[in-house]
């Protein structure tokens, strides 16, 4: 995967170490995080994959409030199956 070049901007503040982070953040989960060129194909900038089943994402901030969401409904199934 090809990450932008960003290190004239400050670490807080590089696109590509917030993606890439959270893109690891996402493979822990089991899903992959991608970023699509939307001025290309005309989509959401980043998209959450699993399963065969694309979720668009409009920045990074919707990219972290899903990760929320998908890692606290796992973590409610495991507990619901301990149980």
């Not at 996402?26 to 001025?39: H, M, N, Q």
């Amino acid at each position: 995967m090809n990450w932008p070049n960003d290190l004239d901007t400050a670490t807080a503040k590089r696109e590509g170490k917030a993606l890439a982070t959270l893109a690891a953040q996402f493979a822990l989960i089991g899903v992959e995080l991608i970023k699509s060129d939307p001025e290309i194909s005309g989509q959401a900038p980043y998209h959450a994959v699993r399963h065969d089943l694309w979720e668009p994402l409009h920045d990074l901030e919707a990219a972290r409030e899903y990760l929320l969401l998908v890692s606290c409904s796992k973590r409610d199934v495991q507990e619901l199956q301990a149980q």
